[in-house]
């Protein structure tokens, strides 16, 4: 593209879109590479999404071209897509803060596993994204960075603690984000910038390279503007990886007695054949978790909405509940038994004079935004997760838990169980700010899938009216299926999302 006529408008590409236009030869990745480099010199200023800007980003993009040029193919299935990473996920050569001011000259000397992978398949690492401290919030308060803002609503969290990469995508600065998901930190800021958010099964998705915060639960995955760029960037990135043990589950996921969990990503989010009696869902059955609706009418009437549209479609709904539920949720959590000891051993691991020995040693020093209570009270944990003296009943009741989930998918023969994804719409700055909402106290409900260790998607579905000053704010749903069932869910999200069809543009100039 010549120079002179100005950046392209990148706003709401796919990753489809953008390969299209390379095969065609309409534009380069350099093309791209500038044009969302431009947005984010525009934008980031109002949003404060963008922690640093690759400074080779646009030599990345050189070598993909030329790669092209030379060959005519493309390099590989993310062949120039501009993508946005999480600050809690290390890249060689850029500053990577966890979201601590302690961190600030950190810089590390390789990539994190799933970085590599991007980059093998062609993808443009683009910039790093906000978050809050250590990832311990479910909002985007940060010593390193302060605030980042909704795009939706500037006076709005975008949600934790994948704040930066849901404002980022939303605002249209990258064309797909990478988050990290410990108890909803990729779907609660997904539901709140209307974007898709997908946590897999722990361990699908290797973590190598990736801060701890609850280990066993802990998560990256993609956030993006459709489901099937979220399937594209899933058919790169699970897999196993001899860095990170827990990805040994992939040989269970695609054992040869489970085909089903088999097929590629991209091939469970296509839509189904035409048929004339228009219900794609035919034989599905849906559970519907209404004790997670909460009381908002706003939340409750766009769910209510949108179950009676799949309904529509041939999904068969029925209402589900979750014996204890509540006592499961507190009971499980796991924060103030392991998070003390688990970032305290990824930190061991560096041994790097740009970070701090220890989340003790952060603590002491009083270098946490003064919004996280979950820091505090990861504290008062003990230094290591055997010392709790629940720790085994908390193990069991895990399992409880997730037999007791399980059986109800068994007993009703459900493909999936959906409730929104927050029971109360993004907050105000000044009340995550202010202390209205806590980390111990948001009614978040994504720490269901989180706590059970099974994989969830939270795909939007609609808008629903503010209370504080009567602005729309988008709103997800969750979808919740049982483990190694990301194919299933993803084509759940695929028919919700032509449904609803309740992407928009943020209201940016």
Known sequence: MDEHQGSLDVQEWTIADTLY?????RFSVQDVTRAYKDRIGRL??????????AKDAIEQAQKLDEAFKKTGKLVGPLHGIPIVIKDQIETAGMVTTFGSKLAANFVPREDAHLVKLLRDAGAVILAKTTMPDWAAAWFST????????????????????????????????????????????????????????????????????????????????PMTRSVEDAARLLDVLVGFDEKDNYTSVNAIAQSPVTPEMNPSFLTAVRPPPFSWNNRPLEGKTFGVLRAAFGAHKGIIALMNTTIEGLARLGAQVVDVEIPDLDHYKTYTSSYGTR??????????????PDLPETLDAAYEAKVWHPALDLIPHIMQGPPNAVDD?????????????????????????????????????APTTKDVVGGRWTCLTFPTNTVIASQLLFPAISVPVGFVEAEENGVEVPMGMEILGLPYGEAKILGVAAATERMAQARKLPPLK
Do not use: W
Request: hydrophobic letters at 40%; charged letters at 15%; glycine letters at 10%.
């Open 44 to 53: 980031n200023s109002t949003l404060n999404a963008i922690t640093v800007v």
């Open 339 to 352: 998070s003390r000891s688990d970032i305290n051993e990824f930190l061991a691991a560096r041994k790097s």
């Open 21 to 25: 236009g390379y095969i065609g030869s």
């Open 389 to 425: 003296g629940a720790f085994a009943s908390r193990l069991l009741a895990q399992t409880e838990f997730q037999r007791v989930v399980a059986s109800v998918f068994a007993k009703q023969k459900l493909d999936a169980m959906l409730y929104p994804t927050c029971q109360v719409p």
């Open 142 to 221: 940060s010593s390193a960075t302060e605030v980042t803002f909704n795009p939706y609503d500037l006076s709005r969290d975008p949600g934790g603690s994948s704040s930066g990469t849901g404002a980022a995508v939303a605002a249209n600065l990258a064309l797909v984000g990478i988050g990290g998901d410990t108890g909803g930190s990729i779907r609660l800021p997904s539901s709140f910038c209307n974007l898709v958010g997908v946590r897999v099964t722990p361990g699908r998705i290797s973590r190598h390279g990736m801060s701890a915060l609850v280990t066993t639960q802990d998560t990256p995955g």
